[in-house]
């Protein structure tokens, strides 16, 4: 199982990116489809998950309205669309896949990505 995250890096307060996450190894349709973020010295937190590719996605209070999840399920990948970023976007960005199957949970996690909001 891989999760490879890319897409992250420097941009300025207001600016976009767009990060990806290519899985390989299960069967990702099947997968609830996540993105986590870290910021120094804080825990993990919940930015956006897509259950489904044709369902409505969850989003953190804090990124609604700026930032979009999707997913190909054709291409096993999904992304993370961060527009009108902010300093407090600064953090580690985390792919993740999860699926309860008769009781067993499998969670996989990627390396992560930085994403640095600054000026």
């Known amino acids: 199982v891989q999760l490879v995250e890319s897409g992250g890096g420097l941009v300025q307060p207001g600016g976009s990116l767009r990060l990806s996450c290519a899985a390989s190894g299960f069967t990702f349709s099947s997968y609830v489809m996540s993105w986590y973020r870290q910021a120094p010295g804080k825990g993990r937190e919940l930015v956006a998950r897509s259950v489904s590719e044709d369902g409505s996605p969850n989003y953190a209070d804090s990124v609604k309205g700026r930032f979009t999840i999707s997913r190909d399920n054709a291409k096993n990948t999904v992304y993370l669309q961060m527009n009108s970023l902010k300093p407090e976007d600064t953090a580690v960005y985390y792919c993740?896949?999860?699926?309860?199957?008769?009781?067993?949970?499998?969670?996989?996690w990627g390396q992560g990505t930085q994403v640095t909001v600054s000026s």
């Open positions: 993740n896949a999860w699926r309860m199957i008769l009781s067993r949970e499998y969670d996989y």
